[in-house]
């Protein structure tokens, strides 16, 4: 929806200005005279408030494209009703264009918009887009890039920031595992030289008999030698082998949860994710005693066990639409009136149903014209309460009503008091839903301090907006799990009412492991 003002010195040339930039299907949202001197000459001026859809915006800049400038003026000259049927005419000549020559669209093709004529009865709104998820741009993506698989790391090549003791053993042990290489070599050549007299000379007795007969002694001696030096050294790399793994200290992610070096790779994904240490640690952890200690050695098997972890026990509200009073709450900038006219759009788009809009803050600037512009552009009811007693009044007025959407003003994260007198303006009804706001670029500590002190308004859920501006969204798997508040509902940008998503187990997974943004880059 694009919103726009126009000023002139007259009414008839606001509404002419408002024909020519947003077309013959803009709306008017007020008007009004300025007794403040407009220009360099003094004059009083008038003010236009004016208001179109996006499609329709389209559809008249697509017909302006498709004109001579000499037209183009003639179509920006003609009259509403003349510039509606050349639209409209236009318009349905590219439809059927499309439908002769349909074009295919793949996973990573913008989709194409859908132009359709708003006088047909039967028209309805295409879907939004083609994929599952709403794209969300990434800079740099934490785990975009293909690697190839890495193999299991030996111990010369652990990192060198390991302890003292442990690099001496591992110097010992490539030591060890050289002198045997070393010995078995030289029993192999000696072996080769060794000559064994025939039978027949054997028959006499020479000098030169005797000299080959001592020298092949002197090389089976040595031969059993080597071998006896070759077992004691294996039985040193035996003892090697069996250190304990704990024995390795905090040279790796992972090593102070007690996690070997087979899970620290998991471990630093989760981290680098923005998951919780913590939470990290504690799930890898179980995981090292279900997962056999011969498949923990195949990174894979360990993540598809932590993606199930998270299937099974991430907490998503199972009738996010259900109740009859939806209530937004959170701190300043967690984006609960956006996130409301979005739930608005898609009730009133989507599921047809009846929805009013009603806002207890009347504290910040510009939050009533705001939501009112929003409620004509739906076509809603809007309301103000200024006082609890006011609710029992406003239900009984509701009755035809399916939802009511209910914006509370945005308070101190440190000021308790704020938080007691937003909480005594909250109704008490049965059927509502109590949403918590929470920025997903917001810190951990952050987030569950917002949580703890909004106990008190007693949240359903947790509502994360702002997917868009964070290319980390751990925390919101972190905050779910430690708060036990299901999750409902995500707001990606400031498209309205595209930027929605109802929140689901596989969208959380996909958040943290990316897997949106792997599959684009595997396809390519």
């Given at each position: ?12 040339e ?10 013959p ?7 009004r ?9 003094g004059?009083?001026s ?12 389209q ?16 179509f920006?000259a003609?009259?509403?009703?003349m510039?509606?049927?050349m ?7 590219r ?18 918009a859908?132009?359709?004529s708003?006088?047909?009865p ?18 740099t ?52 030289s ?28 040595e ?6 030096e ?10 090697f082998?069996?250190?304990?793994q ?32 913590d ?6 952890h ?6 056999d200690?011969m498949?923990?050695?195949?990174p894979?098997?360990i ?9 099974q026990?991430?907490?998503i ?7 009859k ?64 007693s ?18 509370c003003?945005?308070v101190?994260?440190?000021?308790m008091e704020?938080i ?30 917002v ?5 008190v ?19 919101i ?6 708060s ?22 596989e969208r ?17």
């Amino acid at each position: 929806m694009r919103v726009k003002k126009f000023e002139a010195r007259s009414m008839k040339e606001a509404l002419r200005m408002v024909k020519a930039e947003l077309g013959p299907e803009a709306v008017i949202l007020g008007a009004r005279e300025n007794k403040r001197s407009f220009g360099l000459g003094g004059e009083t001026s008038f003010e236009v408030t004016a208001a179109v859809s996006e499609t329709t915006l389209q559809k008249k800049r697509f017909v302006e494209s498709r004109l001579k400038d000499d037209d183009r003026e003639k179509f920006r000259a003609a009259d509403a009703r003349m510039q509606r049927r050349m639209i409209e005419k236009m318009v349905e000549k590219r439809l059927q264009a499309q439908v002769a020559t349909p074009q295919r669209s793949s996973y990573n093709s913008e989709p194409v918009a859908q132009v359709t004529s708003s006088a047909d009865p039967n028209w309805k709104p295409r879907p939004i887009t083609k994929i599952s998820y709403i794209d969300i741009p990434d800079e740099t993506p934490v785990y975009a890039t293909r690697r190839p698989a890495a193999p299991a790391p030996s111990p010369a090549s652990r990192p060198t920031s390991a302890p003292t003791a442990k690099a001496n053993v591992d110097g010992r042990e490539v030591e060890v595992r050289g002198k045997i290489r070393s010995l078995a070599r030289e029993a192999f050549e000696a072996g080769r030289s060794t000559t064994v007299t025939p039978p027949k000379a054997q028959a006499g007795i020479t000098p030169s008999a005797q000299s080959a007969a001592t020298t092949t002694a002197m090389e089976t001696q040595e031969i059993a030698s080597l071998k006896s030096e070759i077992n004691r050294l294996q039985t040193l790399l035996e003892g090697f082998q069996k250190v304990p793994q704990t024995f390795q200290g905090a040279s790796h992610p992972g090593a102070e949860f007690g996690l070997s070096y087979d899970f620290s790779r998991c471990y630093q994904k989760l981290v680098e994710a923005g998951v919780s240490g913590d939470l990290a640690g504690e799930i890898l952890h179980r995981a090292a005693q279900e997962i056999d200690p011969m498949n923990a050695k195949k990174p894979a098997i360990i993540e598809a066990w932590v993606a199930k972890w998270f299937l099974q026990n991430i907490s998503i509200c199972q009738r996010p639409l259900a109740s009859k009073f939806h209530i937004f709450v959170g701190p300043m900038g967690g984006g609960k009136t956006s996130q409301l006219v979005k739930t608005a759009a898609q009730l009133v788009i989507r599921e047809k149903k009846r929805v009013a809009i009603v806002t207890t803050d009347t504290t910040k600037v510009g939050a009533i014209d705001q939501l009112k512009i929003y409620c004509q552009i739906l076509n809603v009811p809007f309301a103000i309460v200024r006082d609890r007693s006011e609710w029992q009044w406003l239900e009984s007025q509701m009755g035809s009503i399916d939802h009511v959407l209910v914006d509370c003003p945005g308070v101190a994260l440190k000021d308790m008091e704020e938080i007691s007198m937003m909480r005594s303006m909250i109704p008490g009804f049965d059927s509502q839903a109590v949403h918590l706001c929470l920025s997903s670029s917001m810190k951990e500590t952050d987030a569950l301090e917002v949580v703890r002190r909004f106990r008190v308004v007693q949240p359903t859920d947790l509502v994360f907006t702002g997917l868009d501006l964070s290319i980390q969204h751990g925390v919101i798997a972190t905050v779910q799990m430690r708060s036990g508040l299901p999750i409902h509902s995500f707001g990606i940008g400031a498209r309205v009412p595209e930027d929605f998503e109802l929140a689901t187990k596989e969208r959380v997974l996909d958040l943290l492991f990316k897997l949106s943004s792997l599959k684009r880059i595997t396809e390519k």
